[in-house]
């Protein structure tokens, strides 16, 4: 029983390989070199691979940043502080253009090719930072698709499921999902900045120190400030800072 | 008026990009090196769209080889020779998982960085070659879900409209089309096997070559054999070689 995993070295990622690896899945996690700024982040997706004995780990290289028009591959536009509060239809300029459909549509044709019946991501609606890719509809969307995409859906009538274990759980959630299930968090990375300690103040970053202060974890990552300090992390976050 | 055209430097494509400049758009065409065997073809489509005095040429660069799994990009996979009159469900091996999929998931972020309200593919149903990413259904699929994938459709409430100009047409139809509006088939490659002359003999070529023979118009590309002529061709087509 084989599942593609969409392993970007994350927080949400490295839980989903947890989840899937829980299930009995054997794991082909697939990861995209698309040139963005957190390719340190990509070295990181490798170990968390290698730390959950996958079967290989995929990864895709793509000049995805020519297609402009995101702070996080286009050098020119400035990676904003973090306002993780905005209302749902601001969506941020870190946003890809059609990032999780990208990822999406390389896994469904590896799902192919690996047999797999099962493609892991790990969108999640409650603490997603308006991006309109990681909604239950676009998913949704997405799976209707799929069984119209590729030989083994539309020709032989086989059932590649999205699954998205995720979906409905906060950071907080996860964390703690994550934690119960072994998840390496202290090989993942989260930040925008891409620089060897997290920045602690951009979107990600923010997003991260408050669900692991919420769970009342320590974050094992490093930080350029000790933001990960659980008490101080819950007074920052309280300050809007 | 902008809109995005899928160019991959063959016939199709190109009658497209035809199409598209009758209906008054700006041409925003996008192609792909995946590391594919007809290289050469990429080459054509710069020249093709230099030719049409396309804004801007998006060149992608994706090993979406790495997913395997296609005599396309395989170097272990023998290209078949043509059989074009194969039943329906019967998926060649050159078929590349999740292909258009990709390359229209790419489109559509290009899309909506570009502000196009189009995006032309030359897919038809007539002619094709088995692949499940060819067909209407998958078409209308992949329009349901773009409607929800990216900001300016789902957030902005604009429509990115996926046109198939060439969907319900034969190639000799589309040949009759594109060389009523102009296009430079000179400039186009089909050939699978991607050496400087046309093998006349894969899959791709026969096609082409059955289309000009049947619109009664000389293929101007060079072949390694005559197959172009017009008379001969309709011989070897009846003789099925």
Do not use: W
């Given at each position: 029983m084989n599942a593609v995993i969409l392993l970007s070295g994350g927080l949400d990622s490295t839980t989903c390989m947890a989840v899937a690896k829980q299930q009995g899945y054997d794991l082909y996690p697939i990861s995209f070199d698309?040139?963005?700024?957190?390719?340190i982040e990509l070295e990181g997706a490798k170990e968390i691979a290698k730390f959950f004995g996958a079967k290989r780990h995929l990864i895709i290289d793509t000049?995805?940043?020519?297609?402009g028009g995101s702070a996080l591959t286009d050098e020119n536009i400035e990676v904003p502080k973090?306002?993780?509060?905005?209302?749902?239809?601001?969506?941020?300029?870190?946003y890809v253009p059609s990032r999780n459909l990208i990822f999406l549509s390389y896994a469904l044709g590896y799902a192919e090719v690996v047999k797999a019946d099962a493609i892991f991501i790990g969108v999640n609606?409650?603490?997603?930072?308006?991006?309109?890719?990681?909604r239950p509809e676009f998913i949704q969307k997405f799976q209707d698709m799929a069984d119209y995409a590729c030989k083994t859906t539309?020709?032989?009538?086989?059932k590649i499921k999205i699954v998205?274990?995720?979906?409905?759980?906060s950071k907080k959630e996860i964390i703690q999902l994550g934690t119960k299930l072994g998840?390496?968090?202290?090989?993942t990375r989260s930040c925008y900045?891409?620089?060897?300690?997290?920045?602690?103040?951009?979107d990600s970053c923010k997003l991260r120190l408050r669900g692991f202060a919420e769970a009342g974890i320590k974050d094992p990552i490093a930080y350029e400030k000790n933001y990960n300090d659980v008490t101080k992390n819950h007074i920052a976050y309280e300050n809007g800072e």
């Open positions: 698309y040139h963005q700024r957190n390719k000049n995805m940043n020519a297609i973090g306002n993780v509060d905005r209302k749902d239809n601001d969506v941020p300029v870190t609606a409650v603490d997603f930072s308006g991006y309109p890719d990681c539309a020709v032989d009538g086989k998205t274990p995720l979906q409905s759980l998840a390496p968090y202290h090989l900045n891409g620089r060897e300690k997290a920045c602690g103040v951009c």
